[in-house]
């Protein structure tokens, strides 16, 4: 009994290998506090979770509920669309919701990368663009993401004969695991680089309504012409505290679509339709509530970055969006020596930086994902941490 060769590319998800050791230190009775996953730690608002249940008790609503999404949470997704970015799509066919938007991140590389093709994928990034390549049996140019830089892929350093060979380009702003922010500038240059050379840009835009400060993340799709190259994965799991629920979107070009669609169609059957009309009551409901989840997420980020800074003497910047602070590892340590030092002395979990690519060396992702009095106590025991 042998698995398939291409496992030997594709290692335990470190998430999950994570969980496990986290476990067992929590059995020897450490009190561990994890600041290493990006999940919401509250709930959706009740108004959503009523939805749920409302619709759960209508008993026609236990069947498949169809491959392209309920016409509810079409026409749900293509408002949002319509009023969060000013982005006008196409009912019919530019707009198509995932059980999660990393189902649909992993399936459209099947979609549209053959085996020998080429995908562009930042480092350090998200783990399934690159893991999405493999599973298609394509390869991966990274693109480094570098401080000098903004953390933006610097486009022109891509060489000729890799941009040729490449059929997928992977961008993120809000970025994950480093926080940066792209202004529309920079989004106008990448679409005119993918159409020169013919490649599909996946923009991963979760975190676009995770935001502070007054900043308000844009659309890639809101570039003209940008549908003409440029698809846009979107979750409702950051923007509306529904991780577990696996509700999510692709937007944007109606041929990366319809062949995701033609995957997708062949490995699932859709999304639970009580999951469904909960998440078009999410994005058609008052958004008040998220506007006051983003000034608890700022709260716990100034507290974070005051100790990184004043009490470790760390070097990170204050993001306006998304859920991550990039603080640099201290003087003479991995990033990996120093999460382990810090895990074990304190109990508090981050990630080390190269778990997202070798660029991401030298740095820790802390996550904002925890109760605030959690938090409060992490930071307590950062101010008592001696390196």
Known sequence: MKPAARLDSLPVYFFAALAARLKALQAQGLDVIRLDMG??????????????????ADLGHHSYAGYLGTPALRKALVNYYA????????????????????????????????????????DPGYPTY?????????????????????FLVDLAA???DVARRARLMWLNYPNNPTGAIAPLSY??????FCRRYDILLCHDVPYADVCY?????????????AKDVAIEFNSLSKSHNMAGWRVGMVAGNKIAIQALLQIKSNVDTGIFWPIQDAAAAALSGDQGWVAERNAEYQRRRDLLYDVLVNNLGLRVARPTAGLYLWPHVPAGYTSAQFVEKLLLET??????GNEFGPHGEGYVRVSLGQTTPRVVEAAARLRKFKL
């Open 187 to 192: 989004f106008e240059q990448a679409v005119d």
């Open 39 to 56: 999940s919401p730690d509250g709930p959706p608002a009740p108004f959503i979770i009523e939805a749920l249940a409302k619709s759960a």
């Open 158 to 160: 891509i060489p000729t």
């Open 83 to 122: 009023d969060r970015f000013g982005v006008a799509l196409n009912l019919a066919d530019e707009i198509l919701p995932l059980i999660g938007s990393k189902e649909g991140i992993a399936n459209v590389a099947l979609a549209w990368l053959d085996p020998g093709d080429l995908a562009l994928v930042p």
């Open 213 to 225: 400060d007054g900043y308000r993340a844009p659309s890639l799709l809101s570039i003209p012409g």
């Open 130 to 150: 690159r893991m999405g390549a493999y599973m298609a049996g394509a390869g991966v140019y990274d693109m480094p993401l570098l401080e000098e830089n903004g």
């Open 347 to 352: 109990g508090i979990s981050l990630t080390a």
